[in-house]
């Protein structure tokens, strides 16, 4: 036996049942039994998710169950389970009759059978021979499933060839991306990897490769958040399958927090769970390095504290950046761990805005207006066309001054509420400057609106926790009124966009055009006095229907290129020109043909 296990990270496809599921889950079956088969999936569900089974289905079971087949089925599960009994006379009698009945289906001998194994009662070996028959008739997934769920409870060694078929019909399924299911859905898929299980387990070897059940896993585990009591059921039964660990089933390491480290909370813990939520027990965990793109390193490398599937580990010292953290895996024999598998941390610090000045400047005489390093809050203050503004700033955390993704200064008008962004740029020794010269930016950038504005920085980064905005200043701008009202671009709609084509070229004159078109038709007048002097004649024209048909298919052609000529498109043309070169074809293949056989004659 072997069992795969997969790392799930971050905000990566989810391979497990988490808490939240599990609790939706057992909220839908904790609902009022209504019916035997109700009663079956309550039972059954409640007991893979390990929850307290209902002593109301123990109830309704020997209330309503009767001696036929399907209420057999769903009751001997129930009495199984939760130990009911089912007092009932002739049971045993009765399957075997189902079971060697003629024209018995698979899904027949499935029911009797597995009811007989959970009823306690004998089972005849035999019936590994009935099976195979039943498999020549139905070559079906379902029926391969039903048949491996019944020969896993039949006394004697499981049947080779049954055992090889398992991979065999699993190559019918249908990949999508990195899923695998059947065409009949989730419970064809669930019920095939619930019967190739239990028959694996009793074969004592993996009947499905890794790679397989991992795809047959995300198609599973895909199907939990959807609606319905019977998909959720289903769902539960293939995750069931793949944690049991005889179908060399994918038990999935998950994240339990999102990866990020912050000064409140420095510890990342990691949790090594199956496909039903559940965590694998006697496994450890360790760090082999923890490394950023710059070398530097957040976890010490060594073993990671916590157990029974939950560690967890401080980060040593808080750098900020994102680091490759290599985890290794101890899990108990017959589990196969991934080697060295990378999970992505991100450590956020917050920054702290320092040597801050805020300057105004009359450009006119070089004279500074106001000049504050924002230790006593906003500073209140005028500009106008004659003004400057150089705002100098560093950010720095605990390591020293950083630069940062998005770091910008932004003036919002209180009156109009429009926004203003001008981008800080660091230097070399990272420190950031906005320079703005009023003259030039009141009608580029302020539309040439005055009023009052708020000064803010604002200080963005996937390494901060959360972005800084820091209020600078309140500014009285004072421009001159521009002649139209500002119009806030944001709003009104854009431009329109006109096209001018190209104007067509101007015509000859209607004489020079006529001139032209005598000369084109010339030749064929020419042609017509050539024949004449030869003595040309249409006397020996036969009138048959093949002579009309060609010499008419001919002009009917010259009539359809001369209208393509004053204006018909080449659709219309080509349509027409088909039809008529067809019968053209064909009686001047007949006339020929008569011609040729009049010549003979003579």
């Not at 079971?61 to 399907?70: D, F, K, T």
């Not at 194994?117 to 004998?122: A, D, E, H, K, P």
């Not at 009023?451 to 803010?456: I, K, L, N, T, W």
């Amino acid at each position: 036996m072997r069992v795969l296990v997969t790392l799930c990270v971050l905000a990566s496809l989810a391979c497990s049942l988490s808490p939240a599921n599990r609790e939706k889950i057992a909220s839908v079956f904790n609902l009022p039994i209504d019916s035997l088969k109700s009663a079956y999936q309550v039972t059954v569900a409640r007991s893979i998710l390990q929850l307290p089974l209902l002593e109301t289905s123990c109830d309704f079971v020997a209330n309503n169950a009767q001696l036929a087949l399907a209420d057999l089925y769903f009751a001997s599960h129930i009495s199984k389970i939760q130990g009911c009994p089912v007092d009932i006379a002739g049971i045993e009698d009765f399957l075997n009759s189902e079971i060697a009945g003629e024209g018995a289906s698979m899904n027949t001998v499935f029911k009797a059978v597995t009811s007989l194994s959970n009823f306690g009662m004998t089972v005849d070996g035999s019936v590994n021979e009935n099976i195979a028959a039943k498999l020549k008739e139905e070559d079906t997934v379902m029926a391969h499933s039903l048949a491996y769920l019944a020969a896993a409870v039949l006394p004697g060694d499981v049947p080779k060839d049954l055992v090889d078929s398992i991979e065999d019909i699993a190559h019918r399924a249908d990949t999508i991306g990195n899923a695998m299911s059947f065409e009949g859905g989730l419970m064809e898929t669930s019920m095939f990897l619930k019967g190739a299980a239990v028959l694996a387990q009793k074969a004592g070897k993996a009947a499905l490769t890794d790679q397989m059940t991992q795809k047959f896993a995300n198609y599973i585990v895909s199907n939990k958040d959807k609606a319905g009591k019977s998909n959720l059921f289903y769902t539960l039964v293939g995750l069931d399958a793949l944690s049991s660990g005889s179908l060399v089933p994918t038990h999935l390491i998950v994240l339990d927090n999102s990866a990020v480290i912050s000064e409140g909370q420095s510890t990342l813990k990691v949790s090594l769970v199956n496909p039903l939520g559940v965590t694998v027990k006697d496994s450890t965990a360790k760090i082999v390095s923890a490394k950023g793109a710059g070398g530097q390193a957040i976890f010490t490398p060594g073993p990671m504290s916590g157990g029974d599937g939950v560690f967890e580990v401080s980060a040593s010292e808080l750098t900020r950046g994102v680091f490759s953290a290599e985890l290794g895996f101890e899990l108990p024999s017959g589990y196969l761990a991934p080697d060295n598998s990378v999970v992505k941390v991100k450590c956020v610090l917050p920054v702290e805005l320092k040597n801050s000045a805020f300057k105004l400047i009359d450009v006119d005489d070089n004279r500074i207006l106001t000049n504050s390093d924002l230790s006593g809050g906003a500073v209140q203050a005028k500009a106008d066309l004659s003004t400057r503004l150089i705002f100098d700033f560093t950010l720095m955390d605990g390591a020293g001054e950083v630069t940062l993704h998005q770091v910008f200064v932004r003036f919002t008008n209180t009156k109009t509420k429009q926004n203003v962004f001008f981008i800080a740029q660091a230097d070399l020794k990272k420190k950031y400057t906005i320079d703005l010269n009023f003259r030039s930016a009141a009608a580029k950038s302020f539309g040439s609106v005055a009023g009052q504005y708020s000064v803010d920085l604002i200080v963005g980064d996937a390494t901060l926790p959360q972005a800084m905005i820091v209020d600078v200043a309140t500014l009285t701008l004072e421009v001159p009124d521009s002649k139209e009202p500002a119009a806030d671009l944001s709003k009104q709609a854009k431009p329109e966009i006109t096209h001018l084509f190209r104007e067509p070229e101007k015509r000859p004159p209607q004489a020079i055009s006529m001139v032209f078109t005598g000369f084109i038709i010339l030749p064929a007048l020419i042609l017509l006095v050539v024949w004449a002097k030869l003595g040309a004649n249409i006397s020996n024209i036969n009138l048959s229907l093949s002579a009309v048909g060609f010499h008419g298919g001919l002009l009917a052609i010259i009539a359809i290129y001369t209208n393509f000529f004053l204006g018909a498109n080449m659709f219309t043309t080509v349509k027409y020109l088909a039809g008529v070169a067809v019968i053209t074809f064909l009686c001047g293949q007949r006339l020929l043909s008569s011609i040729a056989a009049a010549k003979k004659a003579k």
